[in-house]
């Protein structure tokens, strides 16, 4: 059976970005730098995960070729269960996860497509869909399937995640007293 890269690519339903390294890459173990963001997904939105799935089954049909015509024992997979593995983090709670990262800069717009160029728009805790693609991977004695990066649409904004606020939900407005004031009597 041929595999297609259009069996291996799917667009998410809504959502939230955790560890949004998405508009400068970065380098993590003296690695070479990558763009990369946390996709939490819902376990509700069954149609997203069913095409995760289907696009992981593809991607294994691929990897066999790297692995010697049968499946590894263990295989690293890309979506893993927040209750799980991420139990004190709340913002995983019913959610699965995936790490998908890419070396070229992710194409990332609004919701009518318009291209985001402010960093500050698009942020861990904001909610979007991603466009990913999984693939297979033969790399220091480690096999499985990845998760690469393509696009990202934003479509609401969130809570920020890692305890960062607004500006606006931290300060009120101050009426501006410097011309009323003599600092040097």
Not at 3 to 31: E, P, Q
Not at 132 to 156: R, S
Not at 157 to 168: A, I, T, V
Request: net charge neutral.
């Amino acid at each position: 059976m041929t595999v297609k890269n259009t069996d291996t690519k799917v667009i998410t339903g809504k959502v939230r970005l955790s560890y949004a390294h998405i508009f400068k890459a970065t380098t993590m173990d003296g690695k070479d730098p990558k763009f990369s963001v946390c996709l939490l997904v819902p376990k509700s939105d069954k149609t997203t995960l069913r095409a995760i799935k289907t696009a992981v089954d593809a991607a294994k049909q691929q990897g066999l070729s790297l692995w010697g015509g049968k499946l590894p024992v263990p295989l690293k997979l890309p979506l893993r269960d927040g209750d799980e593995e991420r139990p004190d983090q709340p913002e995983y709670a019913a959610k699965y996860f995936l790490n998908a990262t890419s070396k070229q800069r992710p194409g990332i717009v609004d919701k009518g497509c318009q291209e985001i160029l402010d960093s500050t728009e698009v942020y861990s805790g904001c909610y979007g869909r991603a466009s990913v693609n999984f693939y297979p991977f033969n790399q220091a004695g480690h096999k499985g399937v990845a998760c690469g990066l393509n696009n990202i649409q934003k479509l609401t904004d969130g809570d920020y995640l890692g305890g960062r606020s607004k500006p606006e939900d931290d300060f009120e407005a101050v009426e501006d007293t410097t011309a009323d004031e003599d600092y040097l009597s």
